[in-house]
T-cell receptor
């Protein structure tokens, strides 16, 4: 099956810093999503981005499907950005395969 | 926020006992999913449903069964719980080709 690798596994930053999270996948995909899991465990969908670039406030994502990677950018980090960020790709009908996540800690 | 609730939110049970987790949605979504989350594994798909009485297996379906008799409810059953099924279970709705919305999760401890 498809492999999804995220890097770095852990990232610690000061408030106000920018960050880039990476997601590599082993095969071509039709669908890629980014999720944020907050420190209380709630999972929130950030982007549905099979290709191209999208922006939502301080967050943006770019997927280069031909090169099998996606990047999530967080600018001017806030403590509320802390948590785990997951990317997930579609493998077959209605089946998402998740990466192991990047744990982001933003210190005040 | 999508209207998804899970019950119970926490459960402790003993090995060999049956356990049923419930996912309830008020969004009338056709697609519903059960995932488990374990340290070092991210989220893994257990089963999903694409309509009433229509279900399919995911990546880690062994030891689990599901049922969907109504659009709004998707039940996950552990017929005979084992310690390896200790995990956090998440329900989700929405097609994977669109946006998925997750419930708050259920923490299950099998002793």
């Amino acid at each position: 099956g498809i492999q999804v690798e995220q890097s770095p596994p852990d990232l610690i930053l000061q408030e106000g810093a920018n960050s880039t999270l990476r997601c590599n996948f082993s095969d071509s995909v039709n669908n890629l999503q980014w999720f944020h899991q907050n420190p209380w465990g709630q999972l929130i969908n950030l982007f549905y981005i099979p290709s191209g670039t999208k922006q939502n406030g301080r967050l943006s994502a770019t997927t280069v499907a031909t090169e099998r990677y996606s990047l999530l950018y967080i600018s001017s980090s806030q403590t509320t950005d802390s948590g785990v960020y997951f990317c997930a790709v579609e493998q077959g009908a209605q089946k998402l395969v998740f990466g192991q996540g990047t744990r982001l800690t933003i210190n005040p | 926020d999508a209207g998804i609730t899970q019950s119970p939110r926490h459960k402790v049970t003993e090995t060999g006992t049956p356990v049923t987790l419930r996912c309830h949605q008020t969004e009338n979504h056709r697609y519903m999913y059960w995932y488990r989350q374990d340290p070092g594994h991210g989220l893994r798909l257990i089963h999903y449903s694409y309509g009433v009485k229509d279900t399919d297996k995911g990546e880690v379906s062994d030891g689990y069964s599901v049922s969907r008799s109504k659009t709004e409810d998707f039940l996950l059953t552990l017929e005979s719980a084992t310690s390896s099924q200790t995990s956090v279970y998440f329900c989700a709705i929405g097609r994977v080709q669109e946006t998925q919305y997750f419930g708050p999760g259920t923490r299950l401890l099998v002793l």
